[in-house]
């Protein structure tokens, strides 16, 4: 790794980011800060790039630009040289810890509360299609390995992923990872949506859909709702209803001219709960709602928040805030009754805030 060993070595450091010779960024506690590392010209970055690429079996130059790679031990790279970067060649590297978080973990961390945490695992044992949205670096992979937990041990769990990041711990896990194109045309393209076809025919439990970013979207809500509930899925979006529009809009990258009332029932027929992730300006992940999606009035879905992270100002450096309940009661719940299984209404009771100043009766 050249001069970004020492950078490879620290654990605390999630994303390493080269723009140019002098230009050496890391986020460290989810704040981005300059290093003092520099290389001495684009053609040492440049040699860096290929090395990596040679390392993993790929290629890359002016004819293919632009390169995604994994090492071995799962850091992802990726790299552009000019024309694709006009400065020069970058490089953009994200790690993950030797340990992966589980949701004891992000509990502990401050990205969700205990009772938000036990109520995904309801909704993952009730077979539940949940979706979790939110931006870059917000989490949502993180997020999606913890929640992933609460799936049965005896279940066939199938992984769709551009880069295997999705780290499980049950034993049934068949992993799978697209492929671009080779320049020299000797092997085929493997897109998320051909994995995501190709799913179905490997007798899955559950699919795991690492970033739905395409046309996939048509045929992962088709498998959503034909006998793969508890399927789960991540996307980028700034809140859960702007996760239904981008749904919608790939879905209509399918190719196909589908009406937008027909494309909105496949969504809310298929996704049972949204879950917000957000990046704060502290530098802190936090989940910042879970959504129910209830049914379509019209041609708008219907959601409504179980949960939503309430802000309260600032504490030094850090936002102080709440993850709240907002009182209303699931309506999967229901299916939980019906099924003979108590659902955990407590977690949705409000707490009461005591008064400030109160006197203490004798």
Do not use: W
């Amino acid at each position: 790794m050249g001069p970004l060993a020492p950078l490879m070595n620290d654990q605390d450091i999630t994303d390493i980011l080269v723009n140019g010779p002098s230009k050496v960024y890391v986020e460290r506690m989810g704040m981005i800060e300059k290093t003092s590392i520099q290389f001495t010209s684009d053609e040492e970055i440049l040699a860096l790039i290929q090395r990596i690429a040679a390392y993993v079996g790929r290629r890359i130059d002016t004819d293919s630009p632009m390169a995604d790679l994994r090492l071995p031990d799962g850091t992802r790279v990726n790299a552009t040289v000019p024309p694709a970067s006009v400065d020069g060649p970058t490089i953009s590297i994200r790690r993950f810890g030797r340990r992966r978080l589980r949701r004891v973990d992000l509990v502990a961390h401050g990205m969700l509360s205990d009772e938000m945490s036990e109520l995904l695992e309801v909704a993952v044992r009730a077979r539940k299609n949940i979706l979790v949205c939110g931006g870059t670096g917000a989490g949502k992979s993180t997020l999606l390995s913890a929640i992933a937990e609460a799936i049965p041990n005896a279940e066939r769990i199938v992984t769709i992923e551009d880069i295997a990041e999705l780290m499980l711990d049950q034993e049934h896990v068949v992993r799978m990872e697209t492929r671009p194109a080779d320049i020299d045309k000797t092997g085929r393209e493997i897109t998320t949506r051909d994995l995501v076809v190709n799913s179905l025919r490997m007798r899955p439990d559950r699919i795991i859909v690492g970033e739905v970013r395409q046309g996939e979207a048509l045929d992962m809500l088709q498998a959503f709702n034909t006998g793969h509930n508890g399927s789960m899925g991540t996307i980028h979006a700034n809140t859960p209803r702007d996760a239904i529009s981008r749904l919608e809009t790939m879905v209509l990258m399918a190719g196909y001219d589908l009406p937008s009332r027909a494309i909105r029932e496949q969504i809310v027929s298929a996704i049972s709960l949204f879950v917000h992730v957000r990046r704060f300006e502290d530098g802190v992940r936090r989940l910042e709602s879970i959504s129910e999606v209830t049914g379509i009035e019209g041609n708008t879905p219907l959601m409504q928040e179980i949960f939503s992270f309430r802000r309260k100002g600032e504490r030094g450096v850090r936002i102080a805030g709440e993850f709240m309940p907002t009182g209303i009661v699931p309506r999967f719940f229901d299916e939980l009754r019906e099924s003979g299984m108590e659902p955990p209404v407590h977690l949705l009771q409000k707490k009461i805030p005591k008064p400030e100043g109160a006197a203490l009766r004798r």
